[in-house]
């Protein structure tokens, strides 16, 4: 490249290689984009980036890069702007804002549309998740991932957003976690952890993880791979549509014609009339750029089914009634058909089906099963359900059923046996720690820091760390332990002597080794380091 970066902003369309933002040596997001082209094994300059930043989520969809957020400056100001380079014209665009400043976010490109979750923006972590639609231009929000996370790896292999390593639990550890999007069913699932834990670690599509840090600036040269199986980034196979043939070599000035056949089938997906959509994307050893061929299929019904539609309410507890999102099983009586049908959130569903009498069943979180028949010709069933409490959680115990728990009587007696033991140990251990006098111990607050590698004015590395546990330790034998309260405080009665002390925080907890004073609370802050730098 011609300008030297940290963290820039990369992304691979139509066999090369666009790289845009990233810190100068100064702090400053570069605006000075370039294309590596392969073929060539060379650099290029193209249009430059309106709102450079380094460290924003990157996304490819329909040929075009987008990037999201990032660090405005230095001290990592995070931007909610999102810009959009489009190769096959080398012009930008601006796109919709992210609903919230952000950088070190994940983003992959999934079936023409954006998504992305996690994130920092000074000390706020966040674990939420959005997801961009170019036709209305415009963010709306999807399942929250399981953990904050940010700093990971990303990309959108096989049709999922796939977040690997990072930094977790409110910038306080450094994970091997990782985490899988599945935007049909709009929920998260774990994948294999990775081997090392890293963040701000390069990688992608395939799915690849290079480098990073193991915590604090300490660059490592571990790579690992997860797969097989996650080579196509940002594309699924689209069952309903087929070409022949898929590959060939053509000569100048000769034409191949390519057969699309569509079919609205069960084997192809298509199970509900209605509108789809995909795309052909063609990859080709060409100086041109081809860009991808939008395919549509419109289903009617067959003659003989018909369209049951209508909404699912619910009554609060100060009896206001509103639409509810919930879900609707359908179960054909006669034909056998069934159908699962999600509300939006104004509790409103329709499904086509054969002709026949149904049995719906509608459920909400929060609110009691109800059941409705209807049948399947323009039927517009109003289904509601309780979402007051105590009402509500009644009417699922009864559907759920009655559970009971058996013992045996000599069962029950060895639990009173045990029961016993742990009070006595406990009263034991509590004499051992405090039996001396309750004038001398240990009082103060335990804190964690670095709390992000990025520190911002107005925004402390160091913060409490609340309901941390310190133990106490003597001889390899537990004494006694205490937990910081939610700012972070503790008190704690021992005798006057040296202790060992641990924590089940993950860091390193500073200091490791205390005396007690006789007859005073001697202060003393622990502070636990994460190692992030």
């Given at each position: 490249?011609s300008v030297?970066?940290?963290?820039?902003?990369?992304?691979?369309?139509?066999?090369?290689?666009?790289?845009?933002?990233?810190?100068?040596?100064n702090?400053?997001?570069?605006?000075?984009?370039?294309?590596?082209?392969?073929?060539?094994?060379?650099?290029?300059?193209?249009?430059?980036n309106?709102?450079?930043?380094a460290?924003?989520?990157?996304?490819?969809?329909?040929?075009?890069?987008y990037?999201?957020?990032?660090?405005?400056?230095?001290?990592?100001?995070?931007?909610?702007?999102?810009?959009?380079?489009?190769?096959?014209?080398?012009?930008?665009?601006?796109?919709?804002?992210?609903?919230?400043?952000?950088s070190?976010?994940?983003?992959?490109?999934?079936?023409?549309?954006?998504?992305c979750?996690?994130?920092i923006n000074g000390?706020?972590?966040?674990?939420?998740?959005?997801?961009?639609?170019?036709?209305?231009?415009?963010?709306?929000?999807?399942?929250?991932?399981p953990?904050?996370l940010w700093?990971?790896?990303?990309?959108?292999?096989?049709?999922?957003?796939?977040?690997?390593?990072?930094?977790?639990n409110?910038?306080?550890?450094v994970?091997n976690?990782?985490?899988?999007?599945?935007p049909?069913s709009?929920?998260?699932?774990?994948?294999?952890?990775?081997q090392?834990?890293?963040?701000h670690?390069?990688?992608?599509?395939?799915?690849?993880?290079?480098?990073?840090?193991?915590?604090?600036?300490?660059?490592t040269?571990?790579?690992?791979?997860?797969g097989?199986?996650?080579?196509?980034?940002?594309t699924t196979?689209?069952?309903w549509?087929?070409e022949?043939?898929?590959?060939?070599?053509?000569?100048?000035?000769?034409?191949?014609?390519?057969?699309?056949?569509?079919?609205?089938?069960?084997?192809?997906?298509?199970?509900?009339?209605?509108?789809?959509?995909g795309?052909?994307?063609?990859n080709?050893?060409?100086?041109q750029i081809?860009?991808a061929?939008?395919?549509?299929?419109?289903?009617?019904p067959?003659?003989?089914w018909?369209?049951?539609?209508?909404t699912?309410?619910?009554?609060d507890?100060?009896?206001v009634?509103k639409?509810?999102?919930?879900?609707?099983?359908?179960?054909?009586?006669?034909s056998?058909?069934?159908?699962?049908?999600?509300t939006?959130?104004?509790g409103?569903?329709?499904?086509?089906?054969?002709?026949?009498?149904?049995?719906l069943?509608a459920?909400?979180?929060?609110?009691?099963p109800?059941?409705?028949?209807?049948?399947?010709?323009?039927a517009?069933?109003?289904?509601?359900?309780?979402?007051?409490?105590?009402?509500?959680?009644r009417?699922?115990r009864?559907?759920?059923g009655?559970?009971?728990?058996?013992?045996?009587?000599?069962?029950?007696?060895?639990m009173?046996?045990?029961?016993?033991t742990?009070?006595?140990?406990?009263?034991?251990t509590a004499?051992?720690?405090?039996?001396?006098?309750?004038?001398?111990?240990?009082?103060?607050?335990?804190?964690?820091?670095?709390?992000s590698?990025?520190?911002?004015?107005?925004t402390p590395c160091?913060?409490?760390?609340?309901?941390?546990?310190?133990?106490?330790?003597?001889?390899?034998?537990?004494?006694?332990?205490?937990r910081?309260?939610?700012?972070g405080?503790?008190?704690?009665?021992?005798?006057?002597?040296?202790?060992?002390?641990?924590?089940?925080?993950?860091g390193?907890?500073?200091?490791a080794r205390?005396?007690?004073?006789?007859?005073?609370y001697?202060?003393?802050?622990?502070?636990?380091?994460?190692?992030?730098?």
């Amino acid at each position: 490249m011609s300008v030297a970066r940290e963290k820039p902003a990369a992304a691979a369309v139509n066999g090369k290689l666009y790289v845009t933002g990233g810190w100068d040596s100064n702090g400053v997001p570069i605006a000075t984009t370039e294309v590596y082209d392969p073929g060539s094994d060379s650099w290029s300059t193209v249009a430059p980036n309106p709102s450079p930043t380094a460290a924003p989520g990157v996304a490819v969809s329909n040929d075009k890069i987008y990037f999201i957020g990032g660090c405005a400056d230095g001290n990592c100001t995070a931007s909610n702007k999102v810009e959009v380079y489009d190769p096959s014209s080398n012009s930008w665009s601006s796109a919709a804002n992210y609903p919230t400043g952000n950088s070190w976010e994940g983003c992959g490109g999934i079936n023409g549309k954006v998504y992305c979750a996690g994130g920092i923006n000074g000390g706020t972590t966040f674990n939420t998740g959005y997801v961009y639609d170019p036709s209305s231009d415009s963010w709306t929000p999807i399942a929250n991932m399981p953990t904050d996370l940010w700093g990971g790896v990303a990309g959108s292999p096989t049709g999922e957003l796939v977040i690997s390593g990072g930094v977790i639990n409110q910038s306080s550890t450094v994970t091997n976690e990782g985490f899988a999007y599945t935007p049909s069913s709009d929920s998260w699932s774990a994948i294999p952890n990775a081997q090392f834990p890293r963040y701000h670690a390069g990688g992608g599509c395939g799915f690849y993880k290079i480098g990073g840090s193991s915590g604090g600036f300490s660059p490592t040269a571990d790579s690992e791979v997860l797969g097989p199986g996650l080579d196509q980034c940002g594309t699924t196979d689209v069952p309903w549509m087929s070409e022949n043939p898929k590959e060939f070599d053509i000569a100048p000035g000769v034409t191949v014609t390519v057969t699309v056949t569509l079919a609205a089938t069960t084997a192809g997906g298509v199970l509900q009339p209605g509108t789809y959509t995909g795309q052909i994307l063609v990859n080709a050893n060409a100086p041109q750029i081809i860009n991808a061929i939008g395919v549509t299929m419109n289903v009617t019904p067959p003659k003989t089914w018909g369209k049951l539609q209508g909404t699912v309410t619910g009554t609060d507890c100060n009896n206001v009634t509103k639409g509810l999102s919930a879900v609707v099983f359908a179960d054909g009586t006669g034909s056998g058909f069934s159908w699962t049908a999600k509300t939006d959130k104004n509790g409103k569903y329709a499904f086509w089906g054969p002709k026949d009498t149904y049995t719906l069943i509608a459920t909400a979180n929060g609110g009691s099963p109800r059941a409705s028949r209807r049948r399947s010709s323009k039927a517009r069933p109003q289904l509601s359900t309780s979402t007051c409490g105590p009402r509500a959680a009644r009417a699922q115990r009864r559907a759920a059923g009655p559970v009971r728990s058996r013992r045996s009587p000599a069962i029950l007696k060895r639990m009173k046996v045990l029961l016993a033991t742990l009070i006595v140990v406990l009263l034991a251990t509590a004499a051992g720690a405090a039996g001396a006098t309750s004038r001398s111990g240990l009082r103060g607050t335990v804190l964690i820091s670095p709390s992000s590698p990025v520190c911002q004015p107005g925004t402390p590395c160091t913060k409490p760390a609340p309901h941390v546990l310190l133990r106490f330790w003597r001889n390899g034998r537990l004494v006694a332990h205490t937990r910081s309260d939610a700012r972070g405080r503790y008190r704690i009665a021992l005798r006057p002597r040296a202790y060992a002390v641990t924590t089940d925080t993950r860091g390193l907890l500073k200091p490791a080794r205390v005396t007690v004073a006789t007859d005073s609370y001697r202060r003393v802050m622990f502070r636990v380091d994460t190692g992030i730098r």
